[in-house]
């Protein structure tokens, strides 16, 4: 059993430390957090122990799951790699491209398992899509939240719209050619909402709007390729794939005529499992060091992330 501590004990922390619970590879030796009131609060509520500095802990354990605020994950990151611990670290990986490039070299110098948490990608309405055939000519993503001045420390590429990035860059699979970006700071110092076109050298697009100053939430993606139209709803964990058929087929909800030959539209609903996305990713981070495997979100996957979305906040700040 892997020995495991959660450094941070926020609104989040507190989730991982509870999803850390239900994965039986895991053992939770305690957590650290720098707020004291927030760690005897959280120690006694949820029956963990808690360290008086994370130092403390990262000795203490096998793995370190960071779930800080984003300045602090460097520091953080550092002192378990030099100490030769596997990490989990949550998005984005670093604030900085220097400081998620130091992250790569002392990974690959301890010889660690280093997982970052994109959670999307194990979001059950994306996982559900695995076994359909993607290959994206234009993708549109929307991430809209409500207010809630958590994450306000960056801005809305970095807190929001870097999942749909890190999505995007998984499905479309080729070099970005070129970036088109703007944003507006309504209510912080940083843009809250943003939108961002990002080509791609095999001729697709995406198409990314974030927003942390909606009065709904919502997190949408669509996905239009030849002969099909793909639409996944990560909050309500729910996805639709119409499909295209040369043919009157069995069950079709629409048939239509296209220079001169008959078509119909046919719409796979694929079953979603009941599953917790970042019970699943801790899952899948002790899978990897176990079975010793790459693991499912690299810190290469990150770093190609956290690129776009800094290149993106640089076009903002040139339309500022």
Not at 55 to 67: F, G, H, P, T
Not at 235 to 247: A, C, D, M, V
Not at 283 to 290: D, E, P, T, V
Not at 305 to 318: P, Y
């Amino acid at each position: 059993m892997l020995k495991i501590g959660v450094v941070g004990a926020g609104h989040l922390g507190k989730i991982h430390i509870n999803q850390i619970k239900e994965v039986n590879e895991f053992q939770l030796i305690g957590f650290f957090d720098s707020d004291l009131e927030t760690s005897k609060k959280v120690s006694d509520e949820l029956g963990v122990k808690a360290f008086d500095s994370y130092d403390e802990l990262i000795s203490a354990v096998d793995a370190v799951d960071i779930v800080t605020p984003t300045i602090s994950h460097y520091e953080i990151a550092k002192l378990a790699l030099q100490k030769t611990k596997h990490i989990f670290i949550e998005k984005p990986i670093a604030k900085t491209i220097d400081e998620a490039e130091s992250i790569l070299r002392l990974v690959n110098e301890a010889g660690v398992v280093a997982q970052v948490g994109h959670v999307e990608r194990f979001n059950p309405a994306f996982l559900a899509l695995s076994e359909f055939d993607i290959v994206p000519k234009f993708i549109e993503i929307h991430r809209l939240a409500q207010w809630n001045p958590r994450g306000i420390d960056v801005s809305v590429v970095h807190d929001l719209m870097i999942h749909d990035i890190d999505v995007a860059l998984h499905l479309v699979k080729s070099e970005v050619r070129r970036i088109n970006a703007n944003g507006v700071a309504v209510i912080s110092s940083n843009p809250d909402i943003a939108n961002a076109r990002i080509e791609f050298n095999n001729g697709c697009v995406v198409n990314l709007t974030a927003s942390r100053i909606s009065m709904k939430n919502m997190r949408k993606m669509r996905i239009f390729q030849p002969n099909a139209y793909v639409t996944v709803d990560f909050l309500e964990k729910s996805s639709q794939i119409f499909r295209i058929s040369n043919e009157i087929t069995p069950g079709s909800v629409m048939n239509f005529e296209v220079e001169g030959q008959t078509k119909s539209i046919v719409i796979d609903t694929p079953v979603i499992q009941p599953i917790n996305s970042i019970r699943l990713e801790l899952q899948s981070f002790a899978n990897a060091i176990l079975n010793k495997t790459e693991p499912i979100v690299t810190v290469e996957d990150a770093l190609n992330a956290l690129k776009i979305a800094q290149e993106i906040t640089e076009k903002i700040s040139v339309h500022a």
